[in-house]
């Protein structure tokens, strides 16, 4: 595996108000969660953020909101983040993570400067009605192909912990491989007191198990632990990049605390490896 490892930024755009009844969410309103809810981050503030995460060496920035999908007032705003990011740091890759999104969409955001979608299938597609009822597996199944036909890097990964099986897992990551994706996001469910799922259900080991697993089905994808990497793993993180992962969320992630991306950095490089200088480093 390379020892490059490739460093990515989140920007939560608009949070909290989706409708959706996903149990591991947070953003959901029908949790209740105590968690900061507005419709539109301002521009300016979107841009200062991709600067500071480009000084910390990410080589990605995520403009993420709540909701099921794309509309066409969530379009219009992504596309003026994405513009106004790519006017400050044109270097980073913005990729873009609004939800189900059709073909038409996906070729707008990708004229605004948008060069990766993120959309996660998140679990199996047999356990997924046990995890949320208000809309199909199958639609992000279809975003991702959607994402594909559209040009644009397909992001698609899951989240481990929701007390799905070994055959969801496994599921899961052949679903992943299906589509061929460039990056698969790799999450840990972080409990939270108002969600359904009241706690996770891995265990460090099995986590860098399951990384090990997805790097073996996924051999040629860049592997990014994201979400719940800090309350899985602890101190025990540098151990994920021998497990497989070549890359990392940094900072905060959308509704909950990351670690300092100074600390990060060390870790890295205490594991003998070098943070990635852009998204083609080899």
Known sequence: MSKKIFLCAISNISSGHCLEDCG???????????IDRFY???????AEEAKAARKRSAVGFCLVTAGKG????????????????????????IIACNGTATLDQLRVLKSFGVGSYNHNL???????????????????????????????NLCTGGIFGLGESME?????????ASLEPASVPINFYHPNSSLPIKQQTLDVEEALDM?????????????MIAGGREITFGERDREIFEAGANAIVIGDYLTTTGNDPM?????????????????HDN
């Open 24 to 34: 591991f969410c947070t953003q959901s309103v029908r949790h209740g969660a105590a």
């Open 40 to 46: 539109h981050k301002p521009i300016e503030q979107i």
């Open 70 to 93: 794309l509309d066409e007032k969530t379009l219009k705003f992504v596309c003026e983040a994405a513009e106004a990011v790519k006017k400050e740091v044109p270097e980073l890759n």
């Open 122 to 152: 998140e679990t199996s597609e047999s356990f997924y009605p046990k995890i949320c009822t208000t809309h199909g597996w199958r639609e992000r199944y279809e975003t991702c192909e959607n994402v594909k036909k559209a040009e644009l």
């Open 168 to 176: 969801d897992r496994v599921d899961l990551l052949e679903s992943i």
């Open 211 to 223: 990384i090990r697993v997805a790097r073996e089905m996924l051999p040629t994808q860049r592997i």
């Open 263 to 279: 600390r990060d950095h060390r870790m890295i490089e205490e594991a003998g490896y070098e943070v990635a200088a852009d998204c």
